[in-house]
């Protein structure tokens, strides 16, 4: 079985704490809320790619 990669499973757990805002900003109708969670979920998503490339490259993965 292979070891758990923490830093991944850190940055796949925000990703999802990120979209579970969008839908608490969609309950209370606050769409500042709902922008800035979206983009949060862009923003954690793609440095999640680019860690797994780097990590990758480096054949860590």
């Known amino acids: ?3 758990i990669n923490f830093p991944m499973l ?3 757990l925000l990703t999802a704490i990120c979209i579970m805002l ?4 969609i309950a209370l109708r606050s769409v500042l ?3 800035l969670s ?3 979920v862009f ?3 793609g ?3 680019v860690t797994k490339k780097k990590l990758r490259e480096k054949g860590r993965i």
Do not use: E, K, L
């Open 47 to 49: 440095f999640g790619f």
């Open 43 to 45: 923003i954690v998503t």
């Open 1 to 3: 079985m292979n070891s």
């Open 10 to 12: 850190g940055i796949a």
């Open 22 to 25: 969008i839908g608490v900003s």
């Open 33 to 35: 809320g709902i922008v």
């Open 38 to 40: 979206i983009v949060a």
